[in-house]
């Protein structure tokens, strides 16, 4: 907060703040409401913010910009394997992280120290868990009651719901749970990427949504 108190309020920046669910949100709502008229500034972060904020959502990499990221970090860290990995082989290690730019770095990092990449992909494996913990555990811990509920209703379904589908099932599991509420709990887990909106098949005109990757 003394950041922004030390500038003039005719001063203008632009300012990044990444990976915010590792700071209270508390801290961060106070931080924010002293920035200078003018001043813009980017947050990336999984967990809402509510009225201080306009969601822009990011979905996964391209597997072009998936590559991409890979051969660059690669170089960034001189990881000599990584680096001479063939087109196809990188494109397989892309798409099995489902095009994730955490997991890709991850990865890549991972790499360098010295992991092998067939166990680091390995969804049984500790190397794998240790990713989905680092990545998610937070996350988690900060979903409220209805978004925990719509994410084990989903996971037990093991399919695809629509939103009525949903809602009755939430409210005849918990029937102190409002529409409202499980409206703005699945627009936290679509925007946290815990749900997705999978692609639509023909012309399907019910959206359907489904466990993101790292969430099954």
Known sequence: TRYWRDWSSDVCSSDLLDTLE????ESVRDFLSYIPTGTKVLITTRLALGQ??????????EERESVHLFRAYADALGTDHAKKLSENSIKNFCSRLSNNPLAIKWFVGSVANGKDPASLIAR???????LLSFAFTDLFQSLDSSSRLIVEIIYVASREL???EIAWLVEDLDNTITNSSVDTALRLLITS????????RGTQAIQKLELGAFAK
């Open 193 to 200: 990427s815990i749900l997705r909106k999978p692609i639509s």
């Open 162 to 164: 629509s939103r009525a």
């Open 22 to 25: 590792t700071i209270s949100s």
């Open 52 to 61: 201080s904020e306009r969601p822009y959502a990011l979905g996964p990499f």
């Open 124 to 130: 049984q494996s500790d190397d794998f868990r240790q």
